[in-house]
């Protein structure tokens, strides 16, 4: 549970003292030191404090009744590594509020989401000992995917810059189809409006003067990253746009047509996977029954969209519109030729 600026100082100078002074500094001692220095009232207080450190941060607080004083049974163990300080909070409210404003709800959500994942994680490393194996053996007891991270994402504070001080950015960008050797990519300008990350990479989109399109641009193929000192002049047509964009949208490739709803029909075993976890944010439970289970997106469909929904395989029909089910019939055929 979150603590107090005042409760955040008793329990980093609690863990200061113990760390240092094993066995040692008595409680009267660390009582007088608190009162001092925190404003403790009492020793009943401070017992208190030591107790929620105890149940709260799994603190492996001991108590010397010969030395009269308190001490880590394992001395390795550190309070402050696995806490984030009132100021760090306040830091990151802060920047979630800013990125709600500038980047959406949905950014600001990644970042709630990202806290969250750390401190799961850090729960599990509490529960993950080595040693703790059978007869004392250590063995490995979690394993998890290892994602490669890459991909330019120092970029990603550069022109979350750009975006805020409505600057335009220069940069290189070298496409997946092949050039001829020795060829350097020409340089383009763009006026950024948003960033978006999907499956681990991260995009900026923006308008494009030249086309007068908005356009979108993968960090890990960008290079010579600069911000211009010219300000963006974006169409409200295509800002409008862009906004609402991903609102409706899976991945990141755009799509040409119009957003639409969407039915899939489920196996009931898949079906389950699909509940705990959506496909998207829009999606709806229309029926869930011992044989099947139907869903409904409201998405314009694209070609990432196409590519998910055929991972499902044989567990999934779609059952509207006609056109992503004619596009699906079409992608599985030709999948079938190359056999």
Avoid at 17 to 32: G, N
Avoid at 84 to 109: C, F, H, I, K, N
Wanted: aromatic residues 8%; charged residues 25%; proline residues 6%.
């Amino acid at each position: 549970m979150p603590i107090t600026r005042s409760a955040f100082q008793r329990y980093r100078l609690i863990d200061e003292v113990i760390s240092r002074y094993p066995r040692q500094y008595s409680k009267e001692r660390l009582f007088e030191l608190c009162q001092e220095t925190c404003g403790i009232r009492s020793i009943s207080s401070l017992e208190k404090d030591i107790q929620r450190l105890r149940e709260d941060h799994d603190a492996p607080i001991a108590y010397d009744k010969r030395a009269n004083g308190y001490y880590y049974t394992n001395p390795q163990f550190r309070l402050l590594k696995l806490m984030l300080t009132p100021d760090d909070m306040e830091a990151l409210d802060y920047a979630r509020e800013v990125l709600a404003a500038t980047q959406g709800a949905s950014v600001a959500d990644e970042l709630t989401s990202a806290l969250q994942k750390v401190r799961q994680s850090l729960d599990i490393i509490r529960e993950v000992k080595p040693g703790d194996g059978p007869e004392g053996i250590g063995r490995r007891v979690v394993y998890v995917e290892e994602k490669i991270l890459g991909g330019n994402r120092q970029y990603v504070p550069i022109l979350i810059r750009a975006v805020n001080q409505n600057r335009q950015i220069m940069f290189r960008y070298t496409k997946h189809e092949p050039t001829e050797p020795g060829v350097v990519p020409v340089l383009r300008t763009l006026h950024p409006i948003l960033l978006r990350e999907v499956w681990d990479s991260w995009y900026v989109i923006g308008y494009d003067e030249r086309t007068q399109k908005e356009r979108t641009f993968a960090l890990d193929r960008m290079s010579d990253l600069s911000i211009l000192d010219e300000p963006c002049y974006v169409p409200e047509a295509i800002l409008t746009n862009v906004s609402e964009l991903f609102e409706h949208i899976y991945g990141i490739t755009d799509s040409s047509g119009p957003v639409e709803e969407i039915r899939l029909s489920f196996s009931p075993l898949f079906g389950r996977y699909v509940k705990a976890k959506p496909i998207h944010q829009t999606q709806e439970v229309i029926s869930d029954t011992d044989t099947e289970c139907i869903i409904r997106l409201r998405l314009a469909p694209n070609r990432d969209l196409l590519m998910h929904l055929r991972s499902y395989g044989e567990h999934l029909r779609v059952l509207s519109p006609a056109s992503l089910t004619e596009a699906m019939v079409s992608s599985l055929k030709a999948t079938l030729a190359q056999y």
